[in-house]
């Protein structure tokens, strides 16, 4: 069975600091891999996307940037944050499909605070 | 353009009532896909059921079921006898048009259901 894992589950860090958020995937391979933001009591916003290794799309133009280093992994990363970034951040999987949209599957979540 | 609206932002009911969430989409695809997610107070969004635009029979599963209609453009949400359990926000998705096949979803805004005991 496929499972979805992320990590760190909570963090607090400074305006300015850096980030780095990862995500991995078991039990499948070449999935679709997604990020995205949740503001406190909002919807959800597609960050990035990737359909392969080294693939990434961008939704949203801001000081996040991601990478897929791997077929399976998905890091989430900022040079700088900002108090805007500061939100509940989900990780997906889907399985890539022709002509067809399957279901995406979804992390933990972590949870970032940006004092 | 393609659309998601869920127009009911929060409901509450008392245990055992059955309650309908609205979602209303907007597409010019004759093929898409619509989706029904959970999300918990836990914070990890749950899946829970896929239709494609083909298909408008009504699904039931336990206490949900689902009502799709294409000629009013809704696939609406029913939990039958609600229990505690069931407080979560719950979204809508659609499937975006998509030649590049990356899977993208237009979610709405979501519907915050409490249940109270």
């Known amino acids: 069975s496929q499972t979805i894992h992320q990590w760190p589950a909570t963090l607090v860090q400074p305006v300015g600091s850096p980030l780095s958020l990862e995500c991995t995937v078991e039990?499948?391979?070449?999935?679709?891999l997604y990020w995205y933001r949740q503001a406190a009591g909002r919807g959800l916003q597609l960050l990035f996307y990737s359909v392969g290794i080294g693939q990434i799309s961008s939704e949203v133009p801001q000081n996040l940037s991601a990478s897929r280093p791997q077929d399976r992994q998905f890091i989430l990363s900022s040079k700088k944050l900002l108090l805007s970034d500061s939100g509940f951040y989900l990780c997906?999987?889907?399985?890539?499909?022709?002509?067809?949209?399957?279901?995406?599957?979804f992390g933990p979540g972590t949870r970032l605070t940006v004092t | 353009a393609q659309k998601v609206t869920q127009a009911q932002t929060e409901i509450s009911v008392v245990e055992k009532e059955d309650v309908t969430l609205d979602c209303v989409y907007e597409t010019r695809d004759t093929t898409y896909y619509l989706f029904w997610y959970k999300q918990p107070p836990s914070g990890e969004l749950v899946f829970l059921i896929r239709r494609n635009s083909f298909d408008e029979q009504n699904e039931i599963s336990g206490r949900y079921s689902w009502n799709f209609q294409k000629s009013t453009s809704s696939f609406n949400f029913t939990i039958t006898a609600s229990q505690v359990v069931d407080s979560a926000v719950y979204f809508c998705a659609l499937s975006e048009r998509d030649s590049s096949n990356t899977g993208k979803l237009i979610f709405g805004q979501g519907t915050t259901l409490q249940v109270k005991p």
């Open positions: 039990g499948t391979s070449n999935p679709n």
């Open positions: 997906a999987w889907s399985v890539p499909g022709t002509g067809r949209t399957y279901e995406q599957y």
